[in-house]
């Protein structure tokens, strides 16, 4: 039986094994973005604490200045006072379209751990981002534009692509990916079977490399003893990635929850006759006495008439970091018509809101993304290391043939 396993083991893995690799590579890869990013643009993101902040709209307008022609969307604002404020805004006159299509839409199948979002939001971006093709980091005590970037690092964003469809977003990239994806979870499974040990001995043999002996008993056993350790997490992340990969699937999660993925339609604005919209600053001021112990709130600008002025914020008690819940103030009066708490979502946006924490291992904190990391660098090495084994299988077949040839000639 255990042949039978061995077979599809290895045909299966010589069929996806490329990209699987490629994918747990930039995977990776990607695991540490957050942090590495803040380690190599620091001045990004923190700033010297002062004794009082500029305001939002002071801000926008030394931004106007030194970036004439954009228009700022929305504005993200920390809990912690070392942090800058963050503008999102698009430059149309400098964009390729192609692009940005590209990247608002990668944009928001990474950051969106919901459903899909309705016109003002209910289901926006979690923690972490916003929606917008570039932003802006401003001081919040000097009013000093610091820094401008497009939504992704450019290093980054080639590893985004590459790990959910190979660079080739509107070709065939994205289902080899999610058929990969869907494919290692049974390479996973027989890799268990053919891992199980008859006895205790082999057992031992089974759990612990064996550094002292040749480089092919260590390849052994790093493909074999690692891959134990690490199978079932790897099965985790790319379970829950199949939810990008296939639309069949993420449907699934909220008819197994008998449940809709469409948010609630969001409540509207009172139009009133040359009534102007309240400024971030009076939504800002509402949104700290509705919901104050948060660690941090955005700031999206209605863009028609009759729409709300959407606060998403993030609490600092939040189960995770796609846990985002709602404010929605009239933006002429300010008065809150309306609020959509995380744990007020259906039971169906609510899982589908962990996929991405859990894919990422960030739903267990620093040890969790520690644990994605090393799994992601060990499944990226399993398809050559297992190449290894099956060639060193050949030889050693093809020298067992040649023997008994030889004895059977004597």
Not at 28 to 55: D, N
Not at 219 to 247: C, M, Q, R
Not at 261 to 277: F, G, T, Y
Not at 346 to 353: D, E, H, M, W, Y
Request: charged letters at 25%; a positive charge.
């Amino acid at each position: 039986m255990k042949n039978f396993f061995r077979s599809i083991h290895l045909y299966l893995s010589l069929a996806c094994g490329l990209v699987i690799g490629v994918v747990c590579f930039t995977g990776a890869a990607m695991v540490f973005e957050k942090e590495m990013l803040e380690t190599i643009y620091p001045e990004r993101y923190k700033v010297t604490e002062g004794s009082k902040r500029v305001s939002l709209e002071q801000l926008i307008r030394n931004f106007n200045q030194a970036k004439p022609g954009v228009k700022v969307a929305g504005i993200k604002i920390y809990d912690d006072a070392r942090r800058t404020v963050e503008l999102s805004y698009s430059e149309e006159k400098n964009e390729n379209k192609a692009r940005d299509k590209a990247e608002n839409k990668a944009a928001r199948g990474k950051e969106q751990g919901g459903p899909k979002e309705g016109k003002g939001g209910y289901g926006g971006p979690g923690k972490g981002g916003g929606r917008s093709t570039h932003v802006a980091f401003m001081n919040p005590y000097t009013g000093q534009l610091i820094a401008t970037s497009s939504q992704k690092n450019a290093f980054f964003r080639t590893m985004f692509e590459l790990h959910r469809w190979l660079l080739v977003q509107d070709g065939p990239g994205k289902l080899i990916v999610g058929v990969s994806t869907f494919t290692f979870l049974f390479i996973l499974l027989t890799g268990i079977i053919l891992w199980w040990p008859k006895n205790k001995k082999i057992l031992q043999q089974r759990l612990t490399i064996k550094w002292n002996a040749g480089w092919k008993r260590i390849n052994h056993d790093w493909h074999i003893v690692i891959g134990f350790y690490t199978a079932l997490f790897l099965f985790v992340f790319a379970f829950t990635g199949l939810a990008w990969s296939f639309e069949w699937f993420n449907d699934g999660i909220y008819k197994l929850t008998n449940t809709s993925k469409e948010p609630p339609e969001p409540p509207h604005s009172l139009i009133r006759n040359e009534a102007q919209p309240i400024t971030f600053d009076q939504a800002y001021d509402i949104a700290k006495n509705q919901m104050p112990d948060v660690e941090f709130y955005q700031f999206n600008r209605p863009r028609e008439a009759e729409d709300a002025f959407t606060v998403m914020v993030m609490p600092k008690d939040a189960a995770h970091e796609r846990a985002t819940s709602q404010l929605f103030l009239d933006q002429y009066s300010g008065e809150k018509i309306g609020q959509l708490l995380f744990q007020d979502k259906n039971l169906g946006q609510r899982v589908r809101s962990t996929f991405y924490p859990v894919h990422v291992g960030s739903i267990g904190g620093l040890p969790g993304r520690i644990i994605a990391f090393i799994s992601c660098v060990a499944g990226f090495t399993f398809p050559i290391t297992g190449v290894i084994l099956w060639i060193n299988r050949l030889r050693k077949n093809k020298k067992k043939k040649i023997k008994k040839t030889l004895a059977q000639a004597r």
